[in-house]
Nanobody
Framework: VQLQASGGGLVQAGGSLRLSCTASEIIFSTYVMGWYRQAPGKQRELVSTITSDGNIINYSDFVKGRFTISRDNAKNTVDLQMTSLKPEDTAVYYC??????????WGQGTLVTVSS
């Protein structure tokens, strides 16, 4: 199983980035997909999740109104559109896949750095 995340980089505060995660070797349409992040010296935290059919989406309070998660089951991808970025959004962002049996997989992470 492979979750390949991309799209990270350096951006100024107020800017935007779009992260993408492509999954392989799983039945993508049966997995809840999520984005998590881990800032230096902090624990990994949930950013957003989207159900297998895309009908239920959750966001952590600190990204509501700024980030948008979406998925394309035909392409096995889940994206995270990030706008109005803040320096505190700086972190490594990880893609996560979880099925009904609670089997979970993690991607390798992509670094997002927001400069002030």
């Amino acid at each position: 199983v492979q979750l390949q995340a991309s799209g990270g980089g350096l951006v100024q505060a107020g800017g935007s980035l779009r992260l993408s995660c492509t999954a392989s070797e799983i039945i993508f349409s049966t997995y809840v997909m999520g984005w998590y992040r881990q800032a230096p010296g902090k624990q990994r935290e949930l950013v957003s999740t989207i159900t297998s059919d895309g009908n239920i989406i959750n966001y952590s309070d600190f990204v509501k109104g700024r980030f948008t998660i979406s998925r394309d089951n035909a392409k096995n991808t889940v994206d995270l559109q990030m706008t109005s970025l803040k320096p505190e959004d700086t972190a490594v962002y990880y893609c996560n896949a979880r099925n009904r049996l609670r089997v979970a997989y993690w991607g390798q992470g992509t670094l997002v750095t927001v400069s002030s």
